[in-house]
């Protein structure tokens, strides 16, 4: 079966400073992969998705990057934080046909302060 | 691009049923998803569809009318545990990323 992790769980960091937040699938092999973001009582916001290594689309403009760099590895990152990037952070998979469904993993709760 | 409406919260009795509607603008669509989230967890997949019609999975379903851009999902029988916030999702047509833009959600509350 497939598994999705995520980590920290949580995080608190200071304004300015930088941030890595990963993500990695087992089970599978070349997953498409997303980054979304969820303010407090909204809905999901995508940031960033990957269909391959080394492979990045961005759908907002902003502060943050993202890598994978390897088939089940995906990396969110940003140089200098900024408040408005508090939220919760989900990365998902899914499998790499348009049919099927994305699967969430467990999310990092980030504040910036 | 893509415009999703669904209300913002709704409130119903444990063992009653309710009806969750979301409405869709899109320039090309091809599949509806609906997620089950509660607060502070992930969304949970619930539900499918890309014809027009209802698929039952339980005590959940959910309605698909192309032509009118329009979906529901019904819980039955409902349950403390069903009180969750509650996402709609599209998938465009020519999607290689097989990307889906979200509402808004609709959170639940679910009464004695």
């Known amino acids: 079966s497939q598994t999705i992790h995520q980590w920290p769980a949580t995080l608190v960091q200071p304004v300015g400073s930088p941030l890595s937040l990963e993500c990695t699938v087992e089970g599978t092999s070349n997953p498409n992969l997303y980054w979304y973001r969820q303010a407090a009582g909204r809905g999901l916001q995508l940031l960033f998705y990957?269909?391959?290594?080394?492979?990045i689309s961005s759908e907002v403009p902003q502060n943050l990057s993202a890598s994978r760099p390897q088939d089940r590895q995906f990396i969110l990152s940003s140089k200098k934080l900024l408040l408005s990037d508090s939220g919760f952070y989900l990365c998902?998979?899914?499998?790499?046909?348009?049919?099927?469904?994305?699967?969430f993993g467990p999310g990092t709760r980030l504040t910036v302060t | 691009g893509q415009n999703i409406d669904q209300p913002t919260e709704m409130t119903a009795t444990e063992g009653a049923i309710v009806q969750i509607n979301c409405t869709y603008q899109t320039s090309g669509f091809n599949g509806l998803f609906w997620y089950q989230q509660h607060a502070g967890e992930a969304p949970t997949f619930l539900s499918y569809n890309v014809l027009d019609g209802l698929e039952e999975k339980g005590r959940f379903s959910s309605f698909l009318s192309r032509s009118k851009g329009y979906s529901y999902l019904l819980l039955k029988e409902l349950q403390m545990k069903d009180s969750a916030s509650y996402l709609c999702?599209?998938?465009?047509?020519?999607?290689?990323?097989?990307?889906?833009?979200f509402g808004g959600g609709t959170r639940l509350m679910v009464k004695p």
């Open positions: 990957s269909v391959g290594i080394g492979q």
């Open positions: 998902a998979w899914s499998r790499p046909r348009a049919s099927y469904e994305q699967y």
């Open positions: 999702a599209v998938r465009e047509e020519d999607n290689a990323g097989n990307m889906l833009t």
